[in-house]
């Protein structure tokens, strides 16, 4: 088990350039599953739920060729599988998108429930609910969605979203891009990964329109064939190393970034006290002594991520006064750091959905542990933020969603080492 180990206090300082979107790249990896023809795919970010799926799709027969830089050449021209490896299939959550792609191009897929971070219960019951409405007969066991045509066939219909759901928007509008007729997918996410997905399938021949609002329709067509996409830049990513240099201070252009996805973001961080100037793709973040206490309340997209909740929680922790951080997405998201980040010597009272955070001058290096993604990333930054040694274990959580983060960090002046035990 490999841990990080931070000796924190460092200001940061230089250029940072943010990877591909992981949450873009796990749905439009599996979405190659539509196409006939090779796939060319740029800025892929080098990290474990992407190897992940790379290995899931080579399993089940797919070309996959790593180009280097960040390009993958993938075919699944020739896959016939449609009963992935569940032991792959169960590492990371976003393999529920094989589901929805399966089911449109061979009416049928075996797959078993996913995995991946579990900081609060994720149903995946409005899924479900599309692929039904779509005419797909579903029979789920404990572990397993089995998906065939009912009597009726599978057709494009009307399906309206109970909650807002990223991953049902994306997996209803894979299973209905080779089906006859039209879907209207109403009360839809509009997370910028959501317009991704659409555009890589559209360049490749489907027919989206309205992905980023929420009413999106799929005209369903015959067949997509290859080409070439690149992938948007991380927001999440980018707004971790933002997060980092506001709780620690110093001077950092954060470059490969879309500056309008970062505004939800951004806002705050300038509420808060940090200077921010947007290029055409970059942000630069300049901070300088102590920030000030904010509110937050997360929200699906355009509205303050729920997967920089941790991160700004680390901002909050810091500054001074009292913050309110109210979560509307993942209500036990909480409780995957709060009191990592008390025995570093923050003050957190958690009421029902919402912490309220009274800022101290200083944390103080201790060990930690992450118990999810973003509530690892927190937990570097708050160590970065530190005095002293700070050990974050279970460091494997990190590795899912930060490409090179060791190497990003350690190029700002931050002290920050990956120690194999
Ligand atoms: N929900 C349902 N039923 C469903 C689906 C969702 O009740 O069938 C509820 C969830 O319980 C939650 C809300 O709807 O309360 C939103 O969940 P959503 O479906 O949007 O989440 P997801 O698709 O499972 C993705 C990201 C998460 C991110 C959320 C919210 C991927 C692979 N994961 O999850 O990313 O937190 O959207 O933006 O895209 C992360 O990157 O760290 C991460 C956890």
């Known amino acids: 088990m490999a841990r990080y180990e931070i000796n924190g206090g460092k200001p940061l300082h230089g ?3 943010i990877s591909g979107a992981k949450n873009a790249a796990v749905a439009i990896l599996p979405a190659t599953l539509l196409v006939s023809g090779p796939c060319r795919i740029e800025n892929v970010p080098d990290i474990s739920d992407v190897r992940i799926l790379l290995n899931i799709l080579k399993d089940m027969g797919a070309s996959v060729e790593e180009l280097g830089g960040g390009t993958v050449l993938l075919d699944c021209t020739n896959v016939t599988d449609t009963h992935p ?38 149903p995946i ?3 479900i609910k599309g692929f039904s409405a779509l005419g ?9 969605v089995h998906l065939e045509p009912s009597e009726q066939g599978l057709a494009g219909n009307r399906v309206s979203l109970d909650v807002v759901s990223v991953g049902a928007t994306m997996n209803i509008i894979m299973a209905s891009v080779l089906l006859p007729g039209q879907t209207i997918i109403e009360n839809a996410a509009k997370e910028p990964h959501i ?7 559209n360049t490749m021949g489907a027919q989206i329109s309205g992905a980023g609002t929420d009413t999106v329709k799929v005209k369903g067509v015959e067949k997509l064939t290859g080409g070439t996409y690149a992938i948007i830049p991380d927001q999440i990513e980018a707004g971790t190393y933002l997060a980092a240099v506001a709780a620690v201070g110093g001077n950092v252009l954060v470059r490969n970034v879309i500056p309008k996805h970062m505004e939800c973001i951004t806002s705050k ?11 055409d793709d970059a942000i630069r973040i300049l901070v300088e002594g102590r920030l000030q206490s904010t509110t937050v309340k997360t929200r699906p997209y355009p509205g303050f991520p729920t997967d920089m909740q941790a991160q700004i929680c680390v901002c909050m922790a810091l500054a001074d006064g009292v913050s309110r951080l109210t979560e509307s997405v993942y209500e036990t998201r909480f409780f995957g750091y709060c009191s990592e980040l008390e025995s570093m010597g923050a003050e957190i009272l958690i009421n029902g959905k919402t912490a309220i955070v009274t800022g101290k001058e200083q944390f103080h290096g201790t060990s930690v542990s992450a118990h999810d993604l973003r509530a690892g ?9 530190a005095e002293g040694i700070t050990r974050v274990q279970n460091i494997h959580f990190v590795e899912r969603g930060y490409e090179r983060l060791i190497e990003k960090f350690t190029a700002l002046g931050a002290d920050i080492k990956r120690i194999e035990e």
Do not use: W
Request: charged share 15%; aromatic share 8%; net charge negative.
């Open 15 to 17: 250029t940072v350039t």
């Open 85 to 122: 490896n569940p032991d792959l299939v169960r590492k990371i959550r976003a393999s529920y998108y094989l589901m929805g792609a399966l089911l449109s191009r061979f009416h049928k897929a075996s797959v078993a429930l996913p995995g991946g971070c579990n900081f609060a219960s994720r």
């Open 125 to 127: 019951d409005q899924h």
């Open 136 to 144: 797909a007969l579903v029979t789920q066991t404990d572990d397993y």
């Open 195 to 201: 317009v991704d997905l659409a555009n890589f399938l």
């Open 269 to 279: 961080l300038e509420e808060m006290g940090a200077t921010i100037t947007n290029y």
């Open 377 to 385: 990333a927190a937990l570097v930054i708050a160590g970065l933020a």
